[in-house]
């Protein structure tokens, strides 16, 4: 368990799927057939805690529903890509506004179309629920499923590594 802890200290960005991760991956359908997602709001004030101390965080997601995109931009984060087919454009989007390299980058997704991606940063991790493939190459596995506080789990263990989780921001919900 040290290797994990050891590349946590050196994570500076993260990067986090929509569907499975920080939404249950199951859901009802609205009128049209869409899925309405979920938001776990323990994930939301971990995200919202991390930007506060000058973490870097991108959603990078297949999905495009608008609602997704205006409760990640109320929480703060400034990098959400969405409808994509490709993740590693964005990701390297992303890595360049951040000024970021690939070790420095933490990402957390769960099926397939995650796999080239994760193969790819310096900190793979998943979900309990993700699918075998994921979870071989993950260096960390949350014991939380998607949707149900995984994210909140890794930017807590990252920021306790780091010695920034408690800090005089964090009893704030904005910046300070």
């Known amino acids: 368990m040290t290797f994990i802890k050891d590349k946590l200290k050196h994570v500076k960005a993260f990067v986090f799927d929509i569907d499975g991760v920080l939404s249950s991956d199951t859901s009802p359908l609205n009128e049209e057939g869409d899925p309405v997602r979920t938001a776990n709001v323990k994930d939301g004030y971990a995200l919202r805690n991390a930007l506060n101390m000058g973490y870097h965080i991108a959603i990078i997601t297949g999905g495009a529903i608008e609602r997704v ?22 990701l390297h989007d ?11 980058v933490l ?14 940063i ?37 920021m306790r590594a780091q010695g920034t989780w408690v800090n005089e921001k964090s009893y704030y919900w904005r910046s300070i």
């Not at 400034?78 to 490709?86: A, F, L, N, Q, S």
């Not at 990402?107 to 790819?120: R, V």
């Not at 949707?147 to 909140?152: K, S």
């Open 69 to 90: 995109r205006l409760r990640y931009e109320k929480l703060g984060v400034p990098h959400i890509y969405m409808g994509v087919r490709d993740k590693l454009q964005p």
């Open 94 to 104: 992303f890595m360049e506004k951040a000024g970021v390299t690939e070790e420095e």
């Open 107 to 120: 990402y957390m997704g769960d099926d397939l179309i995650d796999f080239q991606i994760m193969s790819t």
């Open 122 to 158: 310096g900190v793979p991790t998943c979900p309990l629920d993700a699918v075998h493939e994921i979870k071989e190459i993950s260096l960390y596995i949350s014991d939380k499923k998607g949707g149900e506080g995984c994210v909140r789990d890794i930017v807590e263990q990252v």
